[in-house]
């Protein structure tokens, strides 16, 4: 199928405007007829003023302003004269149309109040027509002056009249472009709050066979030492205090522990807007590592190596517990068909110059050469769709930079995948939402 570019409708309203405009002039003669008489030179310029509205309207081009205003001030001269030959041809300073001297210029006001020029044209043609017609006609000069000054006073309303109702125009455009941006800004961060939501859900999806077996762990030794207490209430010989309360001492921690990792869990998917704070680096690991464990464990080695005196970063602590949180997982991901024995995650944190560095690193393959330049690229994944989104690191570089901050990849010499987040000291924070 060919498809034609077209820039509008052909036959735009100033245009059929127009056409319409060119036969009711000519056909205003009957008028003329009635008013002044039948008159050859009357129909002559009745006949040109309608040609020259038709063929303004046949030739202007409605998408381009530079044409418009061409045909604006072209109609609003053309009509000036045409209308004093009309005056002139049906009796001069006694015709019946001379009284309609001021009403041409506030006409074109109202029919282009976006154009001050052509109402200006028109006012100054109209007003030196009014004072020669009648200076012609023998009036005295002070009743041409009073005509001319007349038509100048009108103009002037008019265009007066006209430039309140562009400002007001002008404005509620503005209003409306203001609203229509507001709702597109809000929009926008509904949805930005919606992915980064869904993107943390589909993380906890990624921890799950962690967190079960982490959660199954605990489980299973309450429920054995639950077997155990209901036996040993149940038989004659009751065990000694000392073991009773050890029992129920290893049950506690386990719900504890069972309790801790949910809290962990909930605590990361809520979806609070929260404003940026100073963040001590150590601090926002240990949130990240606390719940990376579940996937890490049975995966790979995980170092940490903070230096006790970082420099704090301004950030939302959360958030940046999210991102990192999404590097151990894929870190993980990587190293999972490795085996555990040798797979090693490492966090590092430094100080270079006035950032703050944080390197995420792991010996898995690295980023092959095709995927290292997309891998910021939203929905981009090499996981299977049960199991990658391809959102992680695009979220993660935007919740980095929101604090001011650097998200880059590269590969490591040694073999492996690096992440490196830099921040300025104590941080610049671009957007706070
Ligand atoms: P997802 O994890 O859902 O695929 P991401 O945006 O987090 O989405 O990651 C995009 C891609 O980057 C992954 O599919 C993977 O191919 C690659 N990747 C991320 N981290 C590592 C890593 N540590 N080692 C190797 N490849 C990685």
């Excluded at 309203?13 to 009357?42: C, E, F, I, N």
């Excluded at 009073?146 to 209003?175: C, D, I, P």
Aim: charged share 20%; with cysteine.
């Amino acid at each position: 199928m060919r498809i034609t570019e077209q820039a509008g409708p052909r036959w735009g309203p100033r245009r059929k405007m127009l056409l319409v405009l060119a036969p009711a002039l000519l056909s205003q003669y009957m008028l003329d007829v009635l008013a002044v008489g039948p008159g050859v030179w009357t129909f002559v310029v009745r006949l040109v003023w309608a040609l020259s509205v038709a063929l303004s309207a046949l030739r202007m081009d409605e998408h381009s302003p530079p044409s418009m205003r061409l045909h604006t001030a072209f109609q609003s001269t053309a009509g000036s004269l045409c209308f004093i030959a009309l005056v002139l041809v049906t009796g001069g300073g006694d015709s019946v149309y001379f009284h309609l001297f001021p009403c041409l210029p506030l006409v074109l006001c109202l029919l282009y109040p976006q154009d001050s020029l052509s109402v200006a044209l028109s006012g100054a043609l109209c007003a030196a027509g009014a004072a020669g017609l009648l200076w012609g006609a023998g009036r005295p000069l002070s009743q041409a002056l009073l005509w001319a000054g007349m038509v100048v006073t009108l103009t002037l309303v008019g265009a007066y009249g006209a430039s309140e109702f562009r400002k007001a125009q002008r404005a509620e455009n503005e209003g409306r472009l203001e609203r229509a941006r507001r709702e597109a800004l809000e929009t926008l961060a509904i949805s930005e709050h919606r992915r980064a939501h869904s993107e943390k859900l589909a993380t906890i999806g990624q921890l799950a066979a962690g967190v079960m077996h982490e959660i199954n762990n605990p489980v299973a030794f309450i429920g054995a030492n639950l077997d155990f207490l209901e036996r040993e209430v149940l038989s004659e010989q009751l065990a000694s205090r000392e073991e009773l309360a050890e029992v129920f001492r290893e049950t506690r921690i386990g719900v504890e522990r069972v309790r801790q990792i949910i809290g962990d869990l909930k605590g990361f998917s809520r979806m609070d807007a929260e404003e940026p704070t100073e963040c001590a680096l150590a601090d926002v690991v240990s949130d990240a590592v606390r719940i990376a464990r579940l996937r890490l464990q049975h995966v790979a080695r995980l170092a940490v190596d903070i230096p006790e005196d970082l420099p704090p970063v301004l950030a939302v602590r959360r958030r940046l517990a999210q991102v990192l949180l999404n590097l151990l997982v894929n870190a993980g991901d990587a190293l999972e068909a490795r085996g555990r024995a040798g797979s090693e995650v490492r966090i590092i944190g430094g100080c270079e110059g006035s950032r703050v560095v944080l390197r995420v690193e792991d010996n898995g393959p690295g980023f092959p050469p095709h995927v290292l330049p997309r891998l910021f690229e939203t929905f981009f994944t090499t996981k299977g769709p049960e199991k990658g989104t391809g959102l992680g690191l695009a979220l993660s570089r935007e919740l980095v930079e929101q604090s001011g901050g650097t998200l880059v990849a590269e590969n490591r010499a040694e073999g492996g995948a690096r992440l490196r987040l830099e921040f300025p000291v104590g941080g610049s924070v671009k957007a706070a939402s």
